[in-house]
């Protein structure tokens, strides 16, 4: 170094770097601190979350178009990344005026603690985070800026505009030979220690989780056991999607930021609202009553046409029905609104949760009790709707209002207040990447109608006669059925579409519509290559 105008010119760049490390030490201190106030305080996931949330006009389209579909990681990221440019501008603005810079980690800092207030079910400690975050950024913004870890010599500390330039000699003299190094010892050691810290603290987070609770949970036997899977469900095809499918292949669609952990052990059910005769469980008396399981296709409204955002297991639980029955709905009391631990709502008609159908509170998933990611402890699955609004996971209240008087949590986020399920049907195999020989090829897929049950399936090959597929067994109109077809492939490209039929004699819609408000229409179109 040694060149005063190299100084000048990197220094812009020394205090950027300086602003990023205060930020660093912020976020590392903030995550550690919400290793105890719990992973929702953490500034990051707390605005994340109120991003998640609010979907501002402009961006509503957006927000609908990913409905439910957030990259979370994505999202984390880029708040951090967001985060890190705003860092280093207040470190150049600090290194002009110290004051500029640390007003500005007090806005950050009162962002961070506003947004953990925000969050459903927040106590007053959970603005420690922001709070000690800001408190220790700033510290280290002074310390960087004007403090011990200074780097000298800051511009406005050059030589007096009297003295010449060229003379720039008692600046340099005055030049702290270490400065440059303790300066940048001093970054690398805060960036160390506050990625340290924050990852100890997530890891810390992480081990106070309820695996290990869910882990000792032992499911009752079902006084109801699930009909047995018929031989003919599964057809066993490579490509086609199994008749059940796994916990860990099983999609995950919600607005959960980080994975709620709920405390078996403290967990309610509240039964409330407009009913009769308000119910309070336990898990240990939700476990005490007699379960059933059922074998359910749970299918996401943001399933596009030929999408995977549809899975079916065999679910344990108590029905629905029985615990409204208890409460005794009054008049008028026309939804049901399920609440989880984290605030999210959705709305059921209350009817169909007492027509009969298996509307279950399940409690278990293929045998296990729920995965923490599909609602541990307890979750709602109701047969012929979609997620939105049936399938509350964490769920901690079944309220009793009416659909006039409260909207769900995606019904003013532009989606229908109803959700049933549409008629739709997939081609899982051949898929465009394969290039079968001409000849016999099967195709297969799956379709579904829940509640109704499909009665055909149909394929045609460039857009001739459709022609009726096989269908395999299934358990019950409650799941989805695999089918398939044989087709006498000729070399070329040719297009695949499937439609189907459900138990109510109606057929599948051809027009193409999107996912909002109410679920995607259209025929699955596969165009591929044979031979
Ligand atoms: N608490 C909570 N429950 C929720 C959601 C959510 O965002 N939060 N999303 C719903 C939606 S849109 C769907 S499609 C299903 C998905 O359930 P899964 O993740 O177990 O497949 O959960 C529903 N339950
Ligand atoms: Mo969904």
């Known amino acids: 170094m040694g060149n005063t105008g190299r100084v000048s010119s990197t220094t812009p760049r020394f205090a950027a770097l300086a602003g990023v490390a205060a930020a660093a030490a912020a976020i590392g201190t903030a995550e550690l601190v919400a290793a105890l106030t719990g992973p ?30 957030y990259d979370k990681v994505a999202l984390l990221v880029g708040t951090a990344l967001l985060l890190g440019g705003f860092a280093a501008l207040l470190g150049v603005l600090a290194s002009r005026r110290l004051t500029v810079g640390l007003a500005g980690i007090v806005v950050l800092g009162g962002i961070g603690a506003t947004a953990a207030l925000t969050r459903a ?39 007096s505009p009297t003295g010449p330039p060229a003379a720039a000699g008692p600046a340099v003299a005055a030049h702290d030979p270490d400065s440059r190094r ?18 100890a603290g997530r890891w810390l987070a992480g081990r106070q989780g309820v695996s290990a609770a869910r882990e000792s949970v032992t499911l009752p036997a079902p006084v109801s056991p699930a009909p047995p899977v018929p031989a003919g469900a599964e057809l066993t095809l490579p490509g086609l999607a199994s008749y059940v499918t796994s916990n860990r292949g099983f999609y995950r669609i919600d607005t959960a930021l980080v994975v709620p952990q709920v405390d078996p052990k403290s967990w309610q059910l509240r039964i409330h609202g407009r009913v009769r005769n308000p119910l309070t469980l336990s898990y240990t008396d939700l476990l005490a009553r007699p379960m059933v399981e059922r074998y359910v296709t749970l299918a996401c409204v943001s399933n596009e046409v030929g999408g995977n955002l549809i899975g079916n297991a065999r ?32 709305g059921t008609p209350t009817a169909v949760l007492r027509d009969g159908r298996d509307a279950l509170l399940a409690v278990g998933m293929n045998g296990e009790p729920l995965p923490v990611q599909h609602g541990f402890p307890a979750r709602m699955v109701v047969p012929g709707l979609y997620g939105y609004v049936s399938a509350c996971k964490w769920i901690t209240e079944l309220e009793l209002t009416s659909f006039a008087d409260f909207d769900a949590y995606w019904v003013p986020r532009g989606w229908s207040a109803q959700g049933p399920v549409k ?55 409650d799941t989805w059925v695999q089918w398939s077809w044989q087709w006498q492939a000729t070399p070329g490209e040719h297009t695949l579409q499937v439609r189907a039929t459900d138990s109510t004699g109606e057929t599948q819609t051809g027009e193409p519509r999107d996912v909002a408000p109410d679920g995607a229409t259209g025929w699955h179109s596969v165009t591929l290559t044979v031979g």
């Open 423 to 477: 008629t739709q049907s997939r081609i899982d195999t051949p898929r465009p990447r394969n290039r079968p020989a001409a000849g016999p090829v099967t195709v297969a897929g799956v379709a579904w109608a829940q509640h109704r049950g499909i009665d055909r399936v149909e394929v045609r090959v460039d857009e001739g006669p459709w022609q009726e597929a096989r269908l395999a067994s299934t358990v019950s109109v």
């Open 182 to 199: 303790r300066f940048l010892t001093g970054i690398g050691a805060v960036l160390g220690v506050a990625t340290v810290g924050g990852v």
């Open 315 to 346: 679910w344990l639980g108590v029905p629905i029905r029985e615990l409204l029955d208890e409460a005794a709905p009054l008049d008028g009391a026309d939804q049901v609104v399920g609440r989880s631990v984290d605030g999210w709502t959705c």
């Open 40 to 69: 929702r305080s953490s500034p990051l996931v707390a605005v994340g979350g109120v991003v998640v949330d609010t979907v501002p006009e402009p961006v509503k389209r957006f927000g609908i178009e990913v409905f439910g579909v």
């Open 121 to 159: 079910d927040a106590d007053a400690a959970d603005v420690l985070p922001a709070l000690l975050g800001a408190v220790v950024g700033g510290a280290a913004l002074w310390a960087f800026v004007a403090g011990p870890l200074e780097l000298d010599p800051w511009p406005w500390a050059s030589p």
